[in-house]
């Protein structure tokens, strides 16, 4: 699938050299072609995804998981049962791939904590959890260099791990969800329109799509990062959220990441929108893909990535 990607990404450019190099008359049918190409390669794509094909391999490899899951967790001497629950009957070969390699880490991770007696493992959508609870006081800092290093692998392969504690029913107890998010998409951008003026609009990858802020009382005086980023890029630290941060800026947008031992809140100038970056073809299971009518005209001007994986690991 790789070569066919590169194969895709080569007939792109020579459309493109064709559109600049010949007459603009050449324009529509080049376009043509363009869309053509496009829909040999989402097809393919559609195919090694599609989980009807593959109902055989989708069952044994699901209970793979499960036995890797329970065997694993077995060696727990302080966990007596395991609750897991995998929606995974809509997931294609990508999807599976993608999640037997990061399986082995997740595990790992869920081995850093202290759980008593009960874990619960679920996924929703190409989320993952892992839900369990932990004696009040419980110190996982003397652990922090072991999961700081497993944070590393997940970010390297475009995964986020984030975590909630919570009230527990059980007295001396808390509860710690571990969130993995795997819905990194390279086709897909959270596309930031920043204004009239700038020449470029910025685009992020898609999962920011997952962490917006409206309401962030829980915020406010929790020690944590917070980087606002102006419509020129320039990035500003900032000690907490400004307590006026809507009412002085109404059009823009909050996202915050519960990482362990080191939250980030970032402010971004304009609310932003799912972007496919194919303008060829738009995929109505994605929402906000769809291209409405006020975004048609930021699409015209180039994008600045930025890398979010690199900057949280620098």
């Known amino acids: 699938m790789e070569h066919f990607g590169n194969d895709y ?24 072609a363009h869309h053509h190409l496009f829909e040999i390669k989402r097809k393919a794509e559609s195919n090694l995804k599609n989980p009807d094909l593959y109902s055989n391999v989708n069952d044994i490899l699901n209970t793979h998981v499960e036995n890797m899951i329970h065997l694993y967790l077995k060696k727990n001497q302080n966990l007596s049962t395991v609750n897991l629950n995998l929606d995974s009957g809509k997931w294609g070969l990508h999807d599976w791939n993608m999640f037997v390699e990061i399986i082995p880490t ?13 874990v619960s493992f679920y996924q929703m959508g190409r989320n993952f959890f892992m839900t369990g609870a932990l004696a009040l006081g419980s110190d996982i800092s003397k652990n922090r260099r072991n999961l700081y290093g497993l944070f590393r692998k997940f970010v390297s392969k475009k ?6 504690l919570s009230e527990s029913t059980e007295e001396g107890v808390i509860l710690c969800t571990l969130k993995f998010n795997l819905s990194h998409r390279d086709d897909v951008v959270y596309f930031l329109p920043v204004g009239q003026h700038s020449l470029f609009n910025l685009a992020l990858t898609n999962l920011f799509a997952d962490y917006t802020v409206e309401d962030f009382s ?20 900032l000690e907490t959220i400004p307590d006026d941060l809507f009412e002085k800026n109404p059009g823009c947008e909050l996202f915050h990441f519960p990482f362990l031992f080191h939250p ?24 906000g893909t769809e291209f409405r009518q006020d975004n048609k005209s930021c699409l015209q001007k180039p994008f600045h990535y930025i890398d979010f994986f690199e900057l949280i690991t620098d």
Not at 219 to 237: D, P, S, Y
Not at 266 to 278: A, R
Request: contains cysteine.
């Open 9 to 32: 990404q080569q007939g792109k450019e020579v459309l493109e050299d064709l559109r600049h190099l010949g007459d603009t008359n050449l324009a529509p049918l080049i376009s043509r």
């Open 106 to 118: 997740i595990l790992t991770t869920c081995s850093q904590f202290d759980f008593l007696n009960t």
């Open 159 to 164: 995964v986020l791990m984030t975590y909630e």
């Open 218 to 237: 829980a915020l406010q005086g929790v020690k944590h990062t917070c980087i606002k980023i102006n419509e020129k890029f320039e990035t500003e630290k």
């Open 264 to 287: 980030v809140s970032m402010i971004i100038p304009e609310q932003g929108f799912l972007k496919v970056l194919d303008d060829y073809h738009t995929n109505k299971s994605i929402p």
